[in-house]
Protein backbone atom coordinates (compact mmCIF):
# COMPACT_ATOMS: atom_id res chain seq x y z
CA UNK A 1 0.00 0.00 0.00
CA UNK A 2 3.52 1.55 0.84
CA UNK A 3 -13.08 33.46 -24.13
CA UNK A 4 -14.81 32.05 -20.87
CA UNK A 5 -18.07 29.99 -21.10
CA UNK A 6 -21.22 30.85 -19.42
CA UNK A 7 -24.81 28.68 -19.42
CA UNK A 8 -26.61 30.27 -22.44
CA UNK A 9 -30.29 30.76 -21.25
CA UNK A 10 -32.15 30.18 -24.63
CA UNK A 11 -35.13 32.29 -26.12
CA UNK A 12 -37.75 30.34 -27.97
CA UNK A 13 -39.97 29.50 -30.25
CA UNK A 14 -43.00 27.61 -30.94
CA UNK A 15 -42.89 24.52 -31.46
CA UNK A 16 -43.04 20.64 -30.72
CA UNK A 17 -40.94 18.85 -33.39
CA UNK A 18 -38.58 16.46 -32.46
CA UNK A 19 -35.66 18.10 -34.81
CA UNK A 20 -34.01 21.63 -34.03
CA UNK A 21 -31.50 23.37 -35.99
CA UNK A 22 -27.81 23.23 -34.91
CA UNK A 23 -27.86 26.83 -33.66
CA UNK A 24 -30.24 26.63 -31.38
CA UNK A 25 -33.24 25.45 -29.25
CA UNK A 26 -36.85 26.32 -30.20
CA UNK A 27 -39.32 25.53 -27.49
CA UNK A 28 -41.51 27.50 -26.08
CA UNK A 29 -43.12 31.01 -26.58
CA UNK A 30 -40.13 33.38 -27.74
CA UNK A 31 -39.88 35.03 -30.90
CA UNK A 32 -35.89 35.52 -32.00
CA UNK A 33 -33.75 32.33 -32.29
CA UNK A 34 -30.12 33.01 -30.26
CA UNK A 35 -26.91 31.58 -30.62
CA UNK A 36 -26.57 27.75 -29.27
CA UNK A 37 -25.35 26.59 -26.10
CA UNK A 38 -22.06 27.15 -24.84
CA UNK A 39 -19.70 23.93 -22.91
CA UNK A 40 -20.48 24.27 -19.34
CA UNK A 41 -19.54 20.79 -17.85
CA UNK A 42 -21.52 19.90 -15.03
CA UNK A 43 -22.00 15.82 -14.81
CA UNK A 44 -25.36 15.83 -13.50
CA UNK A 45 -27.24 19.38 -13.08
CA UNK A 46 -28.35 19.37 -8.94
CA UNK A 47 -29.80 22.84 -8.23
CA UNK A 48 -27.85 25.00 -5.94
CA UNK A 49 -24.63 23.26 -6.86
CA UNK A 50 -22.59 24.23 -9.08
CA UNK A 51 -19.48 22.42 -11.24
CA UNK A 52 -15.91 23.73 -10.95
CA UNK A 53 -15.33 26.18 -14.32
CA UNK A 54 -14.36 23.92 -16.92
CA UNK A 55 -15.09 20.66 -15.63
CA UNK A 56 -18.16 18.16 -14.46
CA UNK A 57 -19.39 18.87 -10.98
CA UNK A 58 -17.55 17.36 -8.29
CA UNK A 59 -15.01 16.09 -10.84
CA UNK A 60 -11.45 16.77 -9.84
CA UNK A 61 -9.41 15.43 -12.08
CA UNK A 62 -9.86 13.29 -15.44
CA UNK A 63 -7.30 11.47 -17.49
CA UNK A 64 -9.04 10.11 -20.61
CA UNK A 65 -5.20 8.95 -22.38
CA UNK A 66 -6.80 10.05 -25.70
CA UNK A 67 -3.71 12.18 -26.55
CA UNK A 68 -2.33 9.29 -28.57
CA UNK A 69 1.39 10.51 -28.46
CA UNK A 70 3.61 12.43 -26.40
CA UNK A 71 4.52 12.91 -22.47
CA UNK A 72 1.72 14.08 -21.09
CA UNK A 73 -2.13 13.07 -20.04
CA UNK A 74 -4.04 16.17 -19.91
CA UNK A 75 -6.74 16.64 -17.24
CA UNK A 76 -10.15 17.07 -18.64
CA UNK A 77 -11.60 18.41 -15.49
CA UNK A 78 -10.88 21.59 -15.69
CA UNK A 79 -8.84 21.36 -12.67
CA UNK A 80 -5.58 21.29 -14.80
CA UNK A 81 -4.17 18.38 -12.93
CA UNK A 82 -1.66 17.23 -15.81
CA UNK A 83 0.68 14.04 -15.33
CA UNK A 84 3.77 12.95 -16.82
CA UNK A 85 3.92 9.98 -18.40
CA UNK A 86 6.80 7.89 -17.71
CA UNK A 87 7.61 4.65 -20.20
CA UNK A 88 3.94 3.87 -20.28
CA UNK A 89 2.81 3.44 -24.22
CA UNK A 90 -0.03 4.33 -26.43
CA UNK A 91 -2.55 1.95 -27.35
CA UNK A 92 -6.19 1.90 -28.52
CA UNK A 93 -9.04 2.47 -25.83
CA UNK A 94 -11.09 0.96 -24.29
CA UNK A 95 -13.06 4.21 -23.93
CA UNK A 96 -12.40 6.97 -26.98
CA UNK A 97 -9.36 7.02 -28.98
CA UNK A 98 -6.43 5.70 -26.44
CA UNK A 99 -5.14 4.41 -23.40
CA UNK A 100 -1.78 3.50 -21.80
CA UNK A 101 -0.42 0.53 -21.28
CA UNK A 102 2.04 -0.28 -18.36
CA UNK A 103 4.92 -2.72 -18.20
CA UNK A 104 4.47 -4.20 -14.44
CA UNK A 105 8.42 -2.66 -14.03
CA UNK A 106 8.71 0.95 -14.18
CA UNK A 107 5.67 2.55 -15.94
CA UNK A 108 3.95 5.46 -14.06
CA UNK A 109 1.79 9.00 -14.97
CA UNK A 110 2.55 11.19 -12.09
CA UNK A 111 0.26 13.53 -11.41
CA UNK A 112 1.90 16.81 -8.86
CA UNK A 113 -0.29 16.90 -5.87
CA UNK A 114 -2.43 20.13 -5.81
CA UNK A 115 -5.35 21.38 -3.06
CA UNK A 116 -8.00 20.19 -5.46
CA UNK A 117 -6.74 16.58 -5.19
CA UNK A 118 -6.93 16.91 -1.25
CA UNK A 119 -10.08 14.50 -0.82
CA UNK A 120 -11.13 13.94 3.38
CA UNK A 121 -14.78 11.94 3.62
CA UNK A 122 -16.57 12.52 0.20
CA UNK A 123 -14.82 10.70 -2.82
CA UNK A 124 -15.38 8.77 -6.33
CA UNK A 125 -12.46 7.46 -7.93
CA UNK A 126 -12.80 4.81 -10.86
CA UNK A 127 -11.12 3.50 -13.99
CA UNK A 128 -10.94 0.83 -16.55
CA UNK A 129 -8.20 -1.01 -16.19
CA UNK A 130 -6.83 -4.53 -18.19
CA UNK A 131 -4.84 -6.90 -16.07
CA UNK A 132 -2.21 -9.07 -17.57
CA UNK A 133 -1.16 -10.65 -14.84
CA UNK A 134 -2.03 -11.23 -11.33
CA UNK A 135 1.28 -11.87 -9.62
CA UNK A 136 3.11 -9.74 -7.38
CA UNK A 137 1.60 -6.15 -5.74
CA UNK A 138 -0.01 -3.87 -8.19
CA UNK A 139 -2.09 -0.86 -8.35
CA UNK A 140 -4.12 1.01 -10.93
CA UNK A 141 -3.73 3.73 -8.73
CA UNK A 142 -2.29 5.30 -5.67
CA UNK A 143 -2.09 8.83 -3.75
CA UNK A 144 -0.64 7.71 -0.72
CA UNK A 145 -3.76 7.32 1.52
CA UNK A 146 -6.39 6.51 -0.80
CA UNK A 147 -6.18 3.82 -3.77
CA UNK A 148 -7.95 1.64 -6.34
CA UNK A 149 -7.19 -1.27 -8.10
CA UNK A 150 -4.67 -3.02 -5.78
CA UNK A 151 -3.63 -6.42 -5.85
CA UNK A 152 -1.73 -8.33 -3.38
CA UNK A 153 -2.11 -12.00 -2.08
CA UNK A 154 -3.93 -12.80 -4.75
CA UNK A 155 -6.58 -10.38 -4.37
CA UNK A 156 -7.92 -7.11 -5.63
CA UNK A 157 -8.97 -4.47 -3.06
CA UNK A 158 -9.61 -0.70 -2.99
CA UNK A 159 -7.97 0.86 -0.02
CA UNK A 160 -8.23 4.02 2.09
CA UNK A 161 -6.22 4.90 4.93
CA UNK A 162 -8.94 6.44 7.62
CA UNK A 163 -7.17 7.83 10.77
CA UNK A 164 -3.38 6.76 10.45
CA UNK A 165 -5.33 2.60 9.66
CA UNK A 166 -5.16 1.13 6.41
CA UNK A 167 -8.66 0.13 5.54
CA UNK A 168 -8.64 -2.84 3.01
CA UNK A 169 -12.00 -3.06 0.69
CA UNK A 170 -12.06 -6.66 -1.01
CA UNK A 171 -13.41 -7.44 -4.29
CA UNK A 172 -15.70 -10.40 -3.98
CA UNK A 173 -13.23 -11.91 -7.19
CA UNK A 174 -10.26 -12.64 -6.56
CA UNK A 175 -7.44 -10.92 -9.14
CA UNK A 176 -6.94 -13.89 -11.28
CA UNK A 177 -10.41 -13.07 -12.39
CA UNK A 178 -9.96 -10.08 -13.99
CA UNK A 179 -7.25 -11.32 -16.15
CA UNK A 180 -7.69 -11.07 -19.71
CA UNK A 181 -10.45 -8.58 -20.52
CA UNK A 182 -11.24 -4.61 -19.93
CA UNK A 183 -13.23 -3.82 -16.10
CA UNK A 184 -14.75 -0.84 -14.82
CA UNK A 185 -13.87 0.08 -11.36
CA UNK A 186 -14.12 2.38 -8.61
CA UNK A 187 -14.71 3.15 -5.13
CA UNK A 188 -17.08 5.94 -3.15
CA UNK A 189 -17.09 7.14 0.25
CA UNK A 190 -19.72 9.43 1.40
CA UNK A 191 -18.34 9.13 5.13
CA UNK A 192 -20.75 6.27 6.59
CA UNK A 193 -19.72 3.47 3.97
CA UNK A 194 -17.26 2.35 1.21
CA UNK A 195 -19.10 1.07 -1.65
CA UNK A 196 -16.90 -0.77 -4.43
CA UNK A 197 -18.41 -0.46 -8.00
CA UNK A 198 -17.30 -3.53 -10.34
CA UNK A 199 -18.77 -3.06 -14.28
CA UNK A 200 -20.89 -0.77 -13.18
CA UNK A 201 -22.54 -2.82 -10.63
CA UNK A 202 -22.36 -2.49 -6.60
CA UNK A 203 -19.61 -5.80 -5.71
CA UNK A 204 -19.60 -4.94 -1.90
CA UNK A 205 -20.48 -2.35 0.66
CA UNK A 206 -18.28 -1.89 4.10
CA UNK A 207 -19.51 0.24 6.87
CA UNK A 208 -16.90 3.20 7.16
CA UNK A 209 -16.54 6.83 9.00
CA UNK A 210 -14.01 8.82 9.45
CA UNK A 211 -11.46 11.30 7.44
CA UNK A 212 -8.44 10.21 5.12
CA UNK A 213 -5.74 10.91 6.02
CA UNK A 214 -4.62 14.34 4.51
CA UNK A 215 -1.30 14.40 1.84
CA UNK A 216 0.72 15.92 -0.47
CA UNK A 217 2.14 12.97 -1.82
CA UNK A 218 2.02 13.33 -5.99
CA UNK A 219 -0.60 11.15 -7.24
CA UNK A 220 0.12 8.04 -9.40
CA UNK A 221 -1.75 6.44 -11.98
CA UNK A 222 -0.05 2.65 -12.45
CA UNK A 223 2.06 2.78 -9.58
CA UNK A 224 1.29 3.19 -5.61
CA UNK A 225 2.51 6.86 -5.65
CA UNK A 226 4.46 7.84 -3.14
CA UNK A 227 6.38 4.62 -2.66
CA UNK A 228 6.37 3.22 -6.28
CA UNK A 229 7.03 -0.43 -5.76
CA UNK A 230 3.74 -1.88 -6.54
CA UNK A 231 3.56 -1.42 -10.45
CA UNK A 232 0.56 -2.14 -12.67
CA UNK A 233 0.75 -4.75 -15.26
CA UNK A 234 -1.83 -4.07 -17.87
CA UNK A 235 -3.68 -1.31 -19.36
CA UNK A 236 -5.29 1.68 -18.18
CA UNK A 237 -8.22 3.99 -19.25
CA UNK A 238 -10.48 6.88 -18.27
CA UNK A 239 -9.39 7.42 -14.47
CA UNK A 240 -11.73 9.99 -12.69
CA UNK A 241 -11.62 11.10 -9.07
CA UNK A 242 -14.22 13.21 -7.95
CA UNK A 243 -14.65 14.40 -4.75
CA UNK A 244 -18.49 13.77 -4.03
CA UNK A 245 -19.90 10.13 -3.98
CA UNK A 246 -21.32 9.41 -6.75
CA UNK A 247 -24.45 7.07 -6.65
CA UNK A 248 -25.32 3.97 -7.81
CA UNK A 249 -27.10 5.00 -10.77
CA UNK A 250 -24.23 7.99 -11.66
CA UNK A 251 -21.32 4.98 -11.43
CA UNK A 252 -23.64 2.58 -13.74
CA UNK A 253 -23.99 5.30 -16.40
CA UNK A 254 -19.80 6.13 -16.41
CA UNK A 255 -20.08 2.20 -17.29
CA UNK A 256 -22.44 2.31 -19.78
CA UNK A 257 -22.78 4.89 -21.39
CA UNK A 258 -19.41 5.80 -22.49
CA UNK A 259 -19.10 2.35 -24.39
CA UNK A 260 -19.93 3.00 -27.59
CA UNK A 261 -20.63 0.19 -30.23
CA UNK A 262 -19.37 0.41 -33.85
CA UNK A 263 -20.16 -1.02 -37.09
CA UNK A 264 -17.84 -2.18 -39.40
CA UNK A 265 -19.48 -0.06 -42.24
CA UNK A 266 -18.64 3.60 -43.17
CA UNK A 267 -21.75 5.47 -43.14
CA UNK A 268 -22.42 7.52 -46.20
CA UNK A 269 -23.99 10.27 -44.29
CA UNK A 270 -24.00 12.02 -41.17
CA UNK A 271 -27.08 11.27 -38.80
CA UNK A 272 -28.71 11.49 -35.27
CA UNK A 273 -31.52 9.28 -34.98
CA UNK A 274 -34.68 9.48 -32.32
CA UNK A 275 -33.74 8.09 -29.45
CA UNK A 276 -35.49 4.92 -28.32
CA UNK A 277 -38.03 4.78 -26.45
CA UNK A 278 -39.31 7.91 -26.10
CA UNK A 279 -40.71 8.75 -23.52
CA UNK A 280 -38.30 6.92 -21.69
CA UNK A 281 -37.44 5.83 -17.78
CA UNK A 282 -35.09 6.21 -16.60
CA UNK A 283 -32.69 4.74 -19.40
CA UNK A 284 -32.94 5.20 -23.34
CA UNK A 285 -30.40 4.27 -26.34
CA UNK A 286 -29.20 6.97 -28.77
CA UNK A 287 -27.54 6.06 -32.59
CA UNK A 288 -25.43 8.50 -34.37
CA UNK A 289 -23.48 7.53 -37.71
CA UNK A 290 -20.17 9.10 -38.85
CA UNK A 291 -19.95 9.75 -42.49
CA UNK A 292 -16.00 10.64 -41.60
CA UNK A 293 -13.65 10.94 -38.73
CA UNK A 294 -13.54 13.94 -36.26
CA UNK A 295 -13.69 15.60 -33.21
CA UNK A 296 -17.28 14.47 -31.87
CA UNK A 297 -19.27 16.12 -28.92
CA UNK A 298 -23.10 13.95 -27.54
CA UNK A 299 -24.23 16.62 -25.16
CA UNK A 300 -27.96 16.75 -23.18
CA UNK A 301 -29.58 19.81 -22.13
CA UNK A 302 -32.56 20.73 -20.04
CA UNK A 303 -34.99 23.09 -21.51
CA UNK A 304 -33.18 26.18 -20.37
CA UNK A 305 -30.29 25.02 -22.18
CA UNK A 306 -27.99 23.80 -19.53
CA UNK A 307 -25.68 21.42 -20.01
CA UNK A 308 -27.01 18.70 -17.83
CA UNK A 309 -24.78 15.53 -19.16
CA UNK A 310 -21.58 14.94 -21.76
CA UNK A 311 -21.99 11.71 -23.26
CA UNK A 312 -18.67 11.52 -25.79
CA UNK A 313 -16.30 14.17 -26.11
CA UNK A 314 -13.54 12.90 -28.53
CA UNK A 315 -11.86 12.29 -31.83
CA UNK A 316 -13.84 9.12 -33.60
CA UNK A 317 -13.96 7.28 -36.65
CA UNK A 318 -16.70 6.89 -39.05
CA UNK A 319 -19.05 4.69 -38.72
CA UNK A 320 -22.13 3.59 -36.26
CA UNK A 321 -22.18 4.56 -32.90
CA UNK A 322 -24.72 4.00 -30.24
CA UNK A 323 -24.94 4.85 -26.48
CA UNK A 324 -27.02 4.25 -23.52
CA UNK A 325 -28.04 7.00 -21.38
CA UNK A 326 -28.94 7.00 -18.01
CA UNK A 327 -31.31 9.67 -17.12
CA UNK A 328 -31.94 8.16 -13.23
CA UNK A 329 -30.21 10.95 -11.78
CA UNK A 330 -32.29 13.57 -13.59
CA UNK A 331 -36.14 14.93 -13.01
CA UNK A 332 -38.55 14.09 -15.18
CA UNK A 333 -39.22 16.36 -18.35
CA UNK A 334 -38.32 17.79 -21.55
CA UNK A 335 -34.42 17.49 -22.70
CA UNK A 336 -32.60 17.81 -26.15
CA UNK A 337 -29.55 16.15 -26.97
CA UNK A 338 -27.20 17.23 -29.89
CA UNK A 339 -24.20 15.35 -31.97
CA UNK A 340 -21.73 17.93 -32.73
CA UNK A 341 -19.03 16.47 -35.23
CA UNK A 342 -15.94 19.10 -35.41
CA UNK A 343 -17.73 21.60 -38.15
CA UNK A 344 -18.75 19.00 -40.30
CA UNK A 345 -22.02 18.16 -38.80
CA UNK A 346 -24.79 19.36 -35.97
CA UNK A 347 -28.01 18.15 -34.89
CA UNK A 348 -30.35 18.16 -32.24
CA UNK A 349 -33.05 16.10 -30.98
CA UNK A 350 -35.57 16.33 -28.31
CA UNK A 351 -36.48 13.84 -26.01
CA UNK A 352 -39.24 13.62 -22.98
CA UNK A 353 -37.99 11.36 -19.42
CA UNK A 354 -41.23 10.63 -18.02
CA UNK A 355 -40.68 9.10 -14.25
Avoid at 41 to 62: E, M, N, R, S
Wanted: with cysteine; aromatic share 10%; charged share 15%.
Amino acid sequence: MDGSTEPQTFNTTAGTGSDFSSSYIAIGCGATPQSGAHDVDFYAYKPGIHAPKGGYQGLVGHWKFDEGSGAVAMDASGMGNDGTIVGASWINGKVGSGALSFDGASTVVNVPHSPSLEISDQLTISAWCYLKSAEGDQNVLQKEYMAIGEVRNGGMANVLNIGGSWMIYNYRMDAAAFLGSWHHIAMTYDGTQVVNYLDGQVDTTYAQTGVVNATTADLGIGTNNPWQSAWFNGDIDDVRIYNIPLNAGEVEALYITKVAEKSTSIPATFELAQNYPNPFNPTTAIHYSLAKSGHVTLTVFDVLGREVERLVDTFESAGDYHITLDASHLQSGVYFYKLQVGSDYSSMKKMILMK
